[in-house]
């Protein structure tokens, strides 16, 4: 059984900042690539940041240099450090991870239950 708790989300003026966190428990082997998406009413989900276990960062182009992707392997968490908030950055942001849990088995995505962030004008 594997768990992704989400944390930080919550209201936010325009401009303001958040982080966010994501921990991973239970029975995790290994946790790859990690990762924030999001989704705002009446869209699809869309990726936000991923981040390798190397730590080597991906962004979409709507959140580069705002947002920065960060991991603790030691923790299996994940970050993400939102500055500058725009209204359009409104959506639940759920965290996704790719784990395995046994060494003989395949990676496969977990994802959290998600956590509200609302940036007000």
């Known amino acids: 059984q594997v768990q992704l708790v989400e944390s930080g989300g919550g209201l936010v003026q325009a401009g303001g900042s958040l982080r966010l966190s994501c921990a991973a428990s239970g029975n995790i082997f290994s946790i790859n690539t990690m990762g924030w998406y999001r989704q705002a009413p009446g869209k699809q989900r869309e990726l936000v940041a991923t981040i390798t276990s190397g730590r080597r960062p991906n962004y979409a182009d709507s959140v580069l240099g705002r947002f920065t992707i960060s991991r603790d392997n030691a923790k299996n968490t994940v970050y993400l450090q939102m500055n500058s908030l725009k209204p359009e950055d409104t959506a639940v942001y759920y965290c996704?991870?790719?784990?395995?849990?046994?060494?003989?088995?395949?990676?496969?995505?977990?994802w959290g239950q998600g956590t509200q962030v609302t940036v007000s004008s």
């Open positions: 996704n991870a790719d784990i395995r849990t046994t060494l003989w088995e395949s990676t496969y995505p977990y």
